[in-house]
């Protein structure tokens, strides 16, 4: 009788239609040492309520203060500063004394080099200006076709 009860009030709870007294009713049943046989399986299910009912929390957290965190940062924050002021005169002073400015002391090296850079220079200006001349002609075609 009692096991035919507590197999309608076990379909009832994994269906989820128990009220608080039948869960406790299952509960009991289920810790009790008289439970049927072939209802033994469902005893680690109720029996962990009861073990997970006597469990506590105890918060083990260590609390880190502030004053700790800043003086890291403030570290952090000077080595920083310290590695990009290093970087920036490493840069600015060596880079500055290996390069070559391309002074001449003769005066005749000196001629001929501006010529080539102006001769440069000059290639460069002359194919912009032959750019520039695509645009004219198009812009004159486009007059001829639509008379402004």
Not at 22 to 29: A, D, I, K, T
Not at 43 to 69: C, D, M
Not at 85 to 100: E, K, M, S
């Amino acid at each position: 009788m009692e096991s035919s009860k507590i197999e309608i009030l076990l379909e009832k709870y994994f269906e989820g239609q128990t009220n608080s007294s039948e869960e406790n009713e299952l509960r009991n049943y289920f810790s009790s040492p008289n439970v049927v046989p072939h209802l033994e399986q469902y005893k680690p299910l109720f029996g962990y309520f009861a073990v997970a009912k006597k469990e506590e929390f105890k918060p083990n957290i260590q609390l880190q203060s502030k004053r700790l965190r800043v003086t890291w940062l403030s570290i952090a924050a000077s080595v920083v500063v310290l590695l990009g002021i290093g970087t920036y005169v490493y840069f600015n002073t060596y880079t500055n004394q290996n390069q070559d400015l391309g002074t001449y002391t003769d005066p005749e090296i000196a001629f001929k080099e501006t010529q080539k850079a102006l001769a440069l220079l000059s290639n460069q200006v002359n194919i912009g200006i032959e750019s520039v001349r695509y645009v004219e002609e198009y812009q004159h075609s486009k007059n001829l076709i639509f008379k402004p």
